[in-house]
């Protein structure tokens, strides 16, 4: 499969700032995740939304949303509802 470009919007920074600062051990595992879409754009576990390019990921506690095309676009990290 061939690598594709990463692109990380200001939500997904903004929520992976937010995880820095209160869980260091659970960013790392979501960055390691995050930088793995690019050889592997859906990894076991993640789910695809209907007809959309949308995905979602869980990460532990977390939830990364992103989508595929031409390059892996992460666009949202929130914690998930237990």
Do not use: C, Q
């Amino acid at each position: 499969m061939t690598d594709r470009p990463l692109v990380l919007e200001a939500g997904f920074i903004d929520g992976y700032r937010a995880l820095v600062a209160e869980d260091t051990v659970a960013a790392r595992r979501v960055l390691t995740a995050v930088k793995g879409l690019v050889k592997n754009p859906t990894p076991e576990g993640s789910v695809h939304w209907g007809d959309s390019l949308i995905y979602r990921l869980h990460v532990g506690d977390y939830r990364v949303m992103y989508e595929v095309d031409d390059v892996v676009r992460v666009w949202s990290l929130g914690s998930v509802p237990r």
